[in-house]
């Protein structure tokens, strides 16, 4: 007899950098592995990028059962925090305990469950009676992951301490990895901040799970997956499974105007320049990359975005970027607003260098697609981040550059754009890292993982 097909339902989170990690996962399963996906979207979003893209990922895979998720209505003003992605992540939290009659009610028996780290301390537990596989897939680095996992007990001996200044040595996770203080997420120097009690609660759920899937790749963190699967970094935390890098869905490219302006360009002659899609710099920084951009004597294609949530973003480009830049740069570059398809401008062979903020997704495209990275990271996990670029030789990262630091004027940023785009060896790293990336892309979770990956989608069945 035929096996019965796993069914397998993934819970993401709130924001772009969460939810595109589980639409690859969920096409991957889909087309691969010969998965049932049951894909689970809450009635609101934060963001329009998010509504959008839910849209045409259910409509590029007709087979995905769609559940929505009704949340409960949330009091925001009694939570510390006024970031809306992190709300959203605790509205979600708080109606976790709908989640096991809504699953329950499926015509199709669930079989396993996929939940975002930002949801593992609500949904672990509110899942334990279902008696089904609960893996969590974390959406950052296996670095960042090491700092989610040790963190609560950094946490608790700060708290014990008479110390006021925490962290202030940096958290020392052991003797190969210490994360300085500078580094840290900035929410996570208020031990009381919301994002900050998550972090912990959801570090502590992590080893309650059946095991972490983590979108990253071997060439470029090898040591450190080691160290989670050797139980040197905590304890009893379950299997740590790299299923990346994950690879973006045809769904995604959307239009490509920036596209055809491209083509007209010299290989590797293009910086392309964005910060995700929920990080907006100063107008006074943005003022600053812009004459760094015209310095650098390079064409480039830059994303800006001037507000968090894209719902709220209303001046133009001339507005921000000021329309003298726009002259200026008339014949040299493209700077835009709208959502691009950034797998298609990485992918792009006159694209040479990648100013990147560091998310996640971000890293991940940049070496599928071997391109050299400027590491400007902005917030959250992504200075986290930008060592592993830099130690992994994919790119260059200035510590000093980004959250407590001063204004970056434009000489200076302008100097490491063409230390970027003229620098060889980055270049013979960033394709040796694509070449590494691409064959573990084509077997899915490819090489030993593979087996990993699919040993445990035949326990689901
Ligand atoms: Br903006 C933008 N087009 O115009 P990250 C982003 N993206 O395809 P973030 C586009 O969104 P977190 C655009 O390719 C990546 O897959 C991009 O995720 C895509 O950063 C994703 O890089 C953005 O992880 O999320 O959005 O800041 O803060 O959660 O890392």
Redesign the pocket.
């Known amino acids: 007899d035929p096996k019965p097909q796993p069914h397998v339902a993934l819970l993401p989170s709130s924001?772009?950098?969460?939810l595109?990690p589980f639409f690859r996962l969920a096409a991957l399963l889909t087309t691969k592995y010969n998965c049932r996906v049951t894909f689970i979207t809450t009635s609101q979003t934060v963001s329009l990028a998010e509504s959008n893209s839910i849209a045409s990922f259910l409509s590029a895979f007709p087979e995905i059962i769609p559940i929505n998720f009704n949340l409960l209505p949330f009091d925001s003003t009694t939570a510390n925090s006024t970031d809306p992605f992190f709300l959203q992540f605790e509205a979600i939290s708080r109606s976790a305990h709908l989640i096991a009659p809504l699953l329950a009610s499926s015509s199709l028996p669930v079989s396993a469950l996929i939940i975002d780290v930002t949801l593992a301390a609500s949904f672990v537990p509110a899942t334990a009676d279902l008696h089904l596989p609960r893996y969590i897939l974390f959406t950052s680095s296996a670095k960042m992951l090491s700092l989610c996992a040790y963190f609560p007990a950094a946490a608790a001996v700060s708290e014990s301490s008479e110390d006021s200044d925490i962290f202030r040595d940096g958290i020392c996770i052991n003797d190969s990895l210490v994360i300085p203080k500078s580094w840290l997420p900035l929410p996570l120097l208020d031990l009381t901040n919301l994002f900050t009690t998550q972090f912990i609660a959801n570090g502590e759920k992590l080893l309650h799970s059946d095991g972490i899937l983590i979108s990253t790749l071997d060439d470029l963190e090898r040591d450190t997956l080691g160290e989670l699967n050797a139980g040197k970094i905590v304890n009893g935390l379950p299997p740590v499974i790299p299923i990346g890098p994950l690879t973006p869905c045809d769904f995604?490219r959307g239009n490509g105007t920036q596209l055809s302006w491209l083509d007209d360009q010299a290989e590797n002659s293009v910086v392309y320049i964005?910060f995700?899609?929920?990080?907006s710099l100063p107008r006074n920084q943005i003022r600053e990359l812009g004459d760094g951009l015209l310095k650098s004597g390079h064409k480039f294609l830059w994303?800006i975005?001037d507000m968090k949530v894209d719902k709220d973003d209303e001046d133009g480009v001339e507005e921000i970027v000021g329309y003298e830049f726009i002259e200026k740069a008339k014949d040299y570059g493209l700077v835009v607003k709208t959502?691009?398809?950034?797998?298609g401008i990485l992918s792009h062979p006159a694209v040479g260098g990648f100013v990147t903020?560091c998310?996640?997704?971000?890293v991940t495209?940049a070496a599928l697609c071997g391109v050299p990275m400027l590491a400007w990271p902005q917030g959250?996990d992504q200075r986290v981040n930008a060592k592993v670029i830099e130690s992994g030789g994919m790119g260059l990262w200035v510590e000093s550059w980004g959250w407590g630091g001063e204004l970056v004027k434009g000489n200076e940023i302008g100097m490491k754009i063409k230390e970027l785009m003229e620098d060889e060896g980055l270049r013979v790293r960033a394709a040796h890292v694509k070449k590494e990336a691409r064959k573990v892309g084509k077997h899915v979770g490819g090489g030993a993982h593979k087996l990993g990956f699919l040993e445990i989608i035949e326990g689901w069945k």
């Open positions: 924001g772009m950098g969460h595109t995604e964005s995700g899609s929920r990080t994303v975005k959502w691009v398809d950034q797998f903020h998310g996640w997704n971000s495209e959250g």
